[in-house]
Nanobody, 123 residues
Framework: QVQLVESGGGLVQPGGSLRLSCAVS????????MGWYRQAPGKQRELVAR?????????NYADSVKGRFTISRDNAKNTVYLQMNSLQPEDTAVYYC???????????????WGQGTQVTVSS
């Protein structure tokens, strides 16, 4: 079975930094597109950052975090990271790790989610 476990969340002051980690058990990590999503109270879950399966894979970011957040992955350690700098109160949310394996149109996709980790930015 596949499990995703996030860590690194917590309380930080505005302007501070946090690094989130997501450890993936199972054999699917190297084949997966990895992403970080977040959900704030009263809002829909949104994509924060995404990285393709290679260590040097391409990335994309939500406009709200470009220049502040960096996603990376270490396929040897089955771990994906989200470095968050210049944090603001608007970044407060539960952050979720996601793994996606994309097949053809007939087979579809496999999607896996972590339990989430709380990030709170406040004085």
């Amino acid at each position: 079975q596949v499990q995703l476990v996030e860590s690194g969340g917590g309380l930080v002051q505005p302007g501070g930094s946090l690094r989130l980690s997501c450890a993936v058990s199972g054999s699917i990590f190297s084949k997966s597109v990895m992403g970080w999503y977040r959900q704030a109270p009263g809002k829909q879950r949104e994509l924060v950052a995404r990285i393709t399966s290679a260590n040097s894979g391409s990335t994309n970011y939500a406009d709200s975090v470009k220049g502040r957040f960096t996603i990376s992955r270490d396929n040897a350690k089955n771990t994906v990271y989200l470095q968050m700098n210049s944090l603001q109160p608007e970044d407060t949310a539960v952050y979720y790790c996601n793994a996606k394996i994309e097949y053809g149109v007939v087979r579809g996709t496999d999607d896996y989610w972590g339990q989430g980790t709380q990030v709170t930015v406040s004085s």
